[in-house]
Every structure is written in structure tokens, then in C-alpha cells.
């Protein structure tokens, strides 16, 4: 089997890899000829463009920074794709630009599915994303398979934008996380606790999770080189308080979380990964 990759960042770049050495024939394609030259590297092979690699692939996947450059490249794979091809987009983006993709996909005989993912870069690298699917069920069942040597946690949501949806549900839940696990450093270090003992006993309970468990410790010594970086995760809030209108439910903590995002964004921080919230925190007790 041949499956096209299309975006070979922080993500698409790991999980491509993962697909080689499942024994899938990859075929890459980025803007950076670095990043294809990686690939090859790996096992892999590069194209010059995604008409390229899409041509003779009977799987495409896309893994691309937000809904415009997904409404760039569906097309593309529209057009050179062939009938009964299986596209999985696995980027984040706007659930009606999934719907929209699905449908002109089907048109043309070829079968799309949003596949968005939670896990961040470690998952990425380890396969052990955890993948929520939108879309047809038969299409989900054809494309298991692929998404097996990706993620460990894979689950069929729902029809065409399903799956962005429930992205906006994790992505909202990450960032009150992450806020939170904020606070309560700033609140163990301003009253003389030592942060590292305090975090330990909070994962060690109800408030356990998976961000205190891999993300405590660079929190406490202010490490944020980027797994998710604040630009990303701004945009994916943005698609979480539009998602809430759409649904017409109102969503309180969503958009203060929205705001803090916001802030981290304006105050610089948006190259940083996301667990940099705790700036923000920092400098409203400065």
C-alpha cells in the first residue's frame, strides 16, 4: 500500500516515519525540502508537490497547520486522486471545512475522513496518538488499519466532522488543564511549597492526569521548548468558541481559557509550547 503524507512538521514528520516502518510504502510532501530529505532518510519518499505524491497512493493523509491550507490542498487531492482513494486529514481545522472536503470528495468517488489527533509530539513519535474519526463508517473500517500504526486509542465519533468536534473538546480541556496546573504553581511557590513535592502528590490523585504526569516538571523549571506551541493552540480555541456558537451552548470556562491563550499569544510567548499558560499566570501576580 502507498500513502501519500502531506505536511511533514512536528507531527506529520514522526508519524510519517511510524508509517515506514509499519512497512507502507510513504511518499512525502512539504514546503520544506528539509523535511522531505528527512523522510527519505528514514525509508521514505519525497515528491515536489502534492499532485506528485498523490498520484499512484491509495491512502493520503494531510497534516497541516489550520483550515486554509486544508482548503489549499483538498482540491489537489480531488483532482489527482484516484476513485476509491481514502484521504484522512488529520489536521485540526473548522468542522464545516471538514463536511465541505467530505462532500466534494464523495463526488468524486474519493473517501475523506477528518482524523484529528491528541497525544502531542511524544505520541507522535511513539504511535501512540490518540485519533477521533468523522466520517462514514465502511471508510473508517478501510482506514484502521493505517491509523493502527499511528495511534493506540482510535475511535469512529460520528459522521464528517465528528471528529473536529471532539477536537475541540480535547483541545478545550488541555488548555483549562494546563492553566490550572499553572495556578497551583504559583500558588505553591508564593506560599513557600515546594512545587515539585505539591505536584507529585496531585498526580499522585483525583487531580492526576496526563499533563501533570509528562509536562510537571519542565512547568516548574520553566522549560517551554514546543511539543504544541501557544500559535496553535490559539487557533484551536478559536475553533472550540466557534464550534460552542454554532452548537448555540455557551461555554464560560472555554473562553476565559480562550483568553489566556490569547494573552500568551500577545504577550510573545506564541513560538512556546502551550504549558507556557503559566506566564501568563506568572505576570497577573507580578
Known sequence: MTIAFIGLGIMGSPMAANLVKAGYDVVGHDISAERVAQLESGGGKGAASVAEAVADADVVITMLPDSPQVEEVAPIIVAHGASGLVYLDMSTIRPETSRRVAREAAAKGIRALDAPVSGGERGAVDG???????GEPEDFEAARPVLGALGTTIVHVGPAGAGQT??????????????LVAEAIVLLEASGVDPVAGL??????????RIL?????????REFAPGFRIDLHHKDMGI???AAREAGVALPLTAQVAQLVAAARAQGHGSLDHSALLKVVERLNT
Open 213 to 221: 504526569d509528562i509536562k510537571r516538571h519542565t512547568m516548574i523549571k
Open 240 to 242: 472550540a468558541v466557534a
Open 200 to 209: 507529585d502528590v496531585l498526580a499522585g490523585g483525583l487531580a492526576g492526569s
Open 128 to 134: 501512540t496518538l490518540s485519533i477521533m474519526v468523522g
Open 166 to 179: 471532539v477536537k475541540a473538546a480535547n483541545q478545550l480541556v488541555v488548555g483549562g488543564i494546563y492553566g
